[in-house]
């Protein structure tokens, strides 16, 4: 049997009569990105043919990385300002670094601890300074959430942080639960309080993330706001269209 090409008005379509050389005939259509393609297949050229399409080409490569590079902002407009107004962030911004400070001290009295089995006092009171600073900025981090997404905890933007911000919570509190309890050695309990700090130490890494690319994005806003304030049209009427500083 051999192939018959039937021509058509528009460019990007094509219908072909299937025989031996179908298969080629159609991987050439989808390699030339036939958009629309038609292949028949009868028992005699040109008789009887039964009509099948082909699938529709792969969208442009350019827009699909257009399309998967595209992601939601952090921030609204409406809630980047509310985040720069609200003194909430102040002290986020304050009790972060310090917990951080607090978290390598603590650490070196339990590393000193578990190597040495000197210092325990030391050590426990390290710990639950730790947890203390933890459950502060956790009380203060749900208040800025409310005030600036308007839930309090979970929001969208911040999800991962926060799930993995109660675990390190959950794992603080049962160290001292286990401590005032008295389950367990104290060795054990101090290895909880390990466990506490190696997901802390992810969950700060998350956070760290997340503060560059906020700071990307209000750069990339405050870019297209100069840019608006410099134009011809925005530089008559005198308006300041330039965004807040992140």
Known sequence: MHSLHISSKSVSSHSFCECEGAPAIEQDARYKGVHTSEIFSADQAGVDCVLSNLPVSAPNQATAERSKSARKPLY?????????????????????????????????????????????????????IKTFLLYTIMITGSIWEKVVFDEWLFVEAFFWEDVFSMLVLALQTLYVVALLKGWWTPEQQVYIAVAAYGTYVINAAQFLWKLRVARLEGKKNDASSQSGLMSPSNAASGTNWAGQQS
């Open 76 to 128: 609204t407009p409406e809630q980047r300002a509310r985040r720069d107004a609200t003194p909430w962030t102040l002290v986020q911004a304050i009790l972060a670094p310090l917990q951080f400070l607090v978290f390598l001290i603590s650490l070196g009295l339990v590393a000193y601890y578990l190597t040495t089995g000197k210092g325990y006092e030391a050590a426990t009171i390290s710990i639950l």
